[in-house]
């Protein structure tokens, strides 16, 4: 039951093949998928398969590509960057999940709840909270230089790109590794300990091995996201990486140019083919077990040593990847702060300068980002069930697919869909795409790709002889899912659902593109309309504030939900 | 005095008469509904227009969409099968050439009175009708003063003070090719000082950058919060900063111009007689006067609503500063636009860390040879120079249409923009690396 290799045909994995409701469903997503993310994309990156002037199939624009010194060096960067990131995304987020899910450790749902604040740094008011306290005259390195005389470079170049990152992005592995702990059956652990193994060494053998498909989900989509991810390196001036080098020639000069949608084609073939390098690295190996979460057996407790010695390193890691939030909080009442380790003069002005529009962005977010967040893991557990349940031929390109909308520039999809949509019109006259339904569906399709991988996770632990069981007592196949498989998924869902919503909440490149009305506005648009004068910076700010407010109290909402229900399914840990 | 107080009354009294007579006066309908504004202005403009627009002209409601010049383009662009857009509302000159090059703008004649032709040596109105100046704008050096006095950084005056050693690392820009007015700010330097001498002011300064943002606003920011100390920026920013009071400074150098920020009407708009309402309103009195607010604080077309500015407030019309600007050529300007972008993205952008080591060492040799005068060690560092300032086109070959029509898409088989890029960056790789040869051998020299 435990990681071992097994014989690549998995003998029972064979026995499901498809039913006429399965290839039906593989149809309808396919479908979904052709006409919100491959069409509208198409329509724009199809230039970087044609010739200059004549418009024929030709590959010399990816010849220019690897010729060109820039490119290959943004290529290597974006590589170099994304893995160092994924290493320190560990160092965050392996602590903080394995002592919040194994031990008896108080305040867990709080610590998970801080700990996936990170991802909720909204966008351009984040940065400038960031660059006040780690920046090179930040909080931080004045009070450095003025104690010590010396500073310390965490925001510049290459290794400034990682420390943001890893910063922003661990949650990714923390939400994804807690749900998987937890699903972990205690009696592996259990059976360890009576043979003897304890503290690292079950860790190292039994315990992560085990969660091995969460861990890889988490850190291949911190891997991705960063390799495409193009707001923090050009917020800390680094333009020698591959996302920002697609994004500023599609937004300026490079327009016209094939080069722009070159990266952008490169951007998505990396992006399938580490998740594809990480579906492989879990093939041939069983991960699930029977057994859900333990049954209720006892969490292991920490001696006072070992409960200091977690305590220290939980607050220390927590310390570091909230300063940007606390950065942001005091931004949000500062005066002035400019040059100096603290604001000024606090008020209270700028919270009630947004607080009266504030309701209808707060409004517009929350039916957009649960609208999106709802889609992407319904279409999750599907495209999961699909791809590990069934035989249909061609079932991981539903997978890549998903997954490579993580790649599109946004700035991209939001040109696609006003091409394709706007159009097509209503019989009023009005576009398509002038509804904020095209919004909520941009939102989806972005963020799909983090509810795909957690939900996938979910699946690959859950042992195929549950649905068996449930067959052989008569059950549909849709029952099965119904009533089987995916509670036992819950976990891994509400994950899904939750990294969906809340970044889908403070989304700005699509929604940039595609907003028509301040009265379908969603937060992210009313902060970066703030954002772009001095006396907006405040005002920014505080909205900043009512953002990461609004989607943590959803997201300790849904973690109160989800105990709560397992709770009474006997199924608590 | 009292004459200008007169000016002032009857400004007001205009501003009041105004709105009702305007409200009836284009299209011969009262313009009623919904206006849309596509707009790269932030809120703190924004909002206190469309209050008094509304207030002005009641029965419009102003609907305005934010988005970042380049994208509202791409954004008309992408839409004009199905238009909804009334009006393009924005700083850069420039954004509404390429409009009006596509076809995508309506010509309009103001009916405002009192507005001049000229603002400095720039036309106000675009020739053709397209669109009209509102407000006007200058480009200059804005710094944080907490920042300066830490650094011990004197008050910069011009460009060239900027290529000073004590401003090494400490100075930010935005890429011309993000942001339509640094664009403005580069290619007024490349008219006023001429093309090569241009171009070597602008790489001499290029080599203190700290950093080189990819949006206008990015710099105002960082000289803000203190992250950097020097920003080339357009005056409103400085000046909205102040008023919002943050510790920072703003001066006009020499070689600077003043160009207008315009409105232009959609081709095919939903509201036309709306859409000219809003025109008329931003040009008449009471829409000039809004931009005085503290948030705001552009510069007025309309030379007598300075009266109701403070004593401090620049005037264009009368402060002798601006009378000395140059003139600004729109159509070389245009001509050039890709091509000058390209080259600042390629020579400097992307090369930035090569620029800046061999800049140092330059600095370092001209401290030796202030302590030591040597000969050798100066000519080697002159030649270290001239290997930077080197370009890899001449002026002529920057406007034609061989290498314009690389960057536009153009039909005609051609170069290809990557061809021209590699070729540039590679240009510019090898002489800087030269230079840094010769500037270290001129150091050896010097020390």
Redesign the interface.
């Known amino acids: 039951m435990t990681a071992v290799p097994i014989p690549a045909p998995a003998p029972r994995a064979r026995r499901l093949s498809a039913t006429p409701g399965q290839i039906a469903l593989a149809l309808a997503i396919a479908a979904f998928l052709m006409l919100f993310l491959v069409l509208p994309v198409a329509t724009v990156i199809y230039v970087a398969f044609t010739e200059k002037g004549t418009g024929t199939f030709t590959l010399v624009n990816f010849y220019d590509f690897v010729r060109t010194e820039l490119f290959m060096r943004s290529l290597w960067n974006s590589f170099y960057v994304s893995a160092m990131s994924v290493v320190w995304s560990s160092v965050f987020a392996l602590p903080l999940a394995y002592l919040t899910t194994r031990f008896a450790f108080r305040g867990a749902a709080l610590v998970q709840t801080l700990g996936f604040l990170p991802l909720i740094m909204p966008p351009f008011v984040g940065a400038v909270a960031m660059q006040l306290f780690f920046g090179r005259n930040g909080s931080v390195n004045l009070l450095l230089d003025d104690w010590f005389g010396f500073k310390i470079d965490f925001m510049e170049g290459l290794n400034g790109v990682i420390f943001v990152q890893s910063v922003h992005y661990f949650p990714f592995i923390l939400i994804n590794l807690s749900a998987a702990l937890r699903n972990i059956d205690r009696a592996m652990e259990e059976a360890a300990q009576n043979l003897g193994s304890s503290g690292f060494r079950l860790f190292r053998r039994i315990v992560f091995p085990l969660a091995m498909p969460g861990y890889l989900a988490g850190a291949s989509l911190v891997f991705v996201k960063v390799f495409d991810d193009l707001a923090t390196p050009l917020l800390l001036n680094v333009k020698d990486m591959l996302a920002p080098q697609a994004y500023l020639r599609v937004t300026s000069i490079g327009i016209a140019d094939p080069m722009g949608y070159v990266i952008s084609v490169v951007l998505i073939v990396a992006s399938v083919v580490a998740m594809w390098l990480s579906a492989r690295a879990l093939r041939g190996r069983d991960y699930a077990t029977t057994q859900r979460g333990g049954g209720g057996l006892a969490k292991r407790v920490m001696t006072p040593m070992e409960a200091i010695l977690g305590y220290g390193v939980v607050i220390l890691i927590l310390a570091l990847v909230l300063a940007p939030h606390l950065g942001l909080l005091l931004l949000s009442f500062a005066t002035i702060w400019s040059f100096s380790p603290l604001p000024d003069a606090f008020t209270t002005a700028h919270y009630a300068r947004v607080f009266g529009e504030s309701s209808l962005y707060i409004k517009n977010t929350l039916i957009y980002a649960s609208i999106a967040g709802g889609i992407d893991v319904v279409l999750g557990v599907a495209i999961a069930y699909l791809v590990l349940r069934t035989k249909l031929v061609g079932r991981e390109w539903l997978d890549w697919m998903a997954s490579a909308a993580l790649a599109i520039p946004g700035v991209v999809l939001g040109i696609g869909y006003l091409r394709t949509f706007y159009g097509v019109t209503l019989p009023d006259g009005t576009p398509l795409a002038s509804l904020w339904i095209t919004i909520v569906l941009a939102l989806a399709i972005r963020r799909l790709p983090y509810a795909l991988r957690a939900c996938y996770a979910a699946l690959q632990q859950i042992s195929v002889s549950l649905e068996e069981a449930a067959e052989n007592l008569g059950a549909t196949k849709a029952r099965t899912v119904r009533r089987v498989v995916v509670p036992l998924m819950a976990g891994g869902i509400l994950a899904g659902f939750v990294t969906s919503f809340s970044t889908a909440a403070v989304e700005l490149s699509a929604t940039l593109m595609l907003v028509q009305s301040n009265s379908d506005a969603p937060l992210a648009y009313g902060l970066y309309v703030f954002m772009q004068s001095a006396a907006g910076r405040g005002p920014g700010a505080a909205l900043g504030v009512v953002a990461v407010i609004l989607v943590a109290a959803c997201t300790f909402l849904s973690h109160l939900i989800i105990e709560r229900s397992q709770k009474a399914k006997g199924m608590g840990h | 005095m009292i004459s200008r107080r007169a000016a002032i009354a009857a400004s007001i009294g205009l501003s009041l008469v105004a709105p009702a007579a305007l409200a009836q006066a284009p299209s011969g309908q009262a313009p009623v509904g919904k206006v ?1 504004v596509v707009t ?6 924004t909002d206190p227009i469309k209050k008094a627009f509304e207030k002005a002209v009641p029965g419009v409601s102003l ?6 010049t ?2 509202g383009v ?2 008309v662009e ?2 004009k ?2 238009n ?1 857009v009334d009006l393009f509302w924005a700083s850069a000159p420039d954004a509404f050439e390429v409009l009006k090059g596509k076809k995508l703008l309506t010509a309009y004649k103001p009916k405002a009175t009192g507005i001049p032709e000229k603002i400095g040596s720039y036309p106000i109105n675009d020739p053709q009708g397209f669109y009209a100046g509102f407000a006007a704008s200058g480009y200059g050096i804005m710094w ?1 003063e ?2 300066a006095k ?1 650094n011990k950084l004197p008050d910069p005056k011009d460009w060239q003070d900027l290529a000073k050693p004590i401003f090494y690392d400490h100075v930010s820009i935005a ?1 011309p ?2 942001s339509g007015t640094t664009h403005l700010t580069i290619e007024t330097i490349l008219q006023g000082e001429g093309w090569e001498k241009g171009w070597r002011t602008i790489k001499e300064m290029s080599g203190n950058f700290r ?4 949006r206008s ?1 990015g710099v ?3 000289v ?4 950097v100390g020097v920003g080339i920026v357009i005056d409103f ?1 400085a000046f ?2 102040q ?5 920072v400074k703003f001066v006009y150098p020499t070689v600077t111009t003043v160009v207008p920020a315009n409105v232009g009407i959609i081709a095919n708009p939903p509201n036309k007689a709306a859409a000219e309402a809003f025109v008329e309103f931003l040009l008449s009195p009471a829409g000039q006067e809004v931009l005085l607010e ?2 705001i604080r552009r510069l007025p077309v309309n030379p007598a609503v300075y009266a109701k500015a403070g004593a401090d407030y620049p005037n264009p019309f009368t402060d002798p500063r601006f009378q000395k600007m140059i003139g600004f050529d729109v159509d070389k300007s245009e001509a050039r ?2 091509v000058v ?2 080259l600042f ?1 390629q020579l400097i ?2 090369q930035l860390d090569a620029l800046k080591g061999v800049t140092k060492t330059l600095h370092e040799v001209d401290a030796a040879l202030v302590k030591k005068p040597n000969p050798q060690a100066k000519a080697l560092a002159d030649e270290a120079r001239s290997l930077i300032a080197a370009l890899p086109v001449t002026e002529a070959q920057a406007a034609s249409p061989e290498l314009r029509g690389a ?8 170069a ?4 021209v ?2 070729q540039w ?2 240009f510019a ?1 090898d002489n800087y690396a030269k230079a840094k040869a010769k500037a270290e051998e001129a150091l050896k020299a010097a020390k």
Do not use: L, W
């Open positions: 849309t790269s202005f932030s809120k703190d403009v609907e305005v969409q934010n988005r970042n380049n994208a791409k954004y992408e839409t099968a199905n909804q944080n907490r920042y830490a890429s090719a993000r950093t080189i943002t990819d606003f105002p920011e960082a803000n919060s203190g992250q920013f909205s900063a008023a919002s009071g943050f510790p503290p948030g636009t890709a972008d390209t993205d952008s992307f960057f536009t898409g153009a039909k005609e088989k051609g290809r923009q990557a061809e890029e590699a960056a590679s790789r």
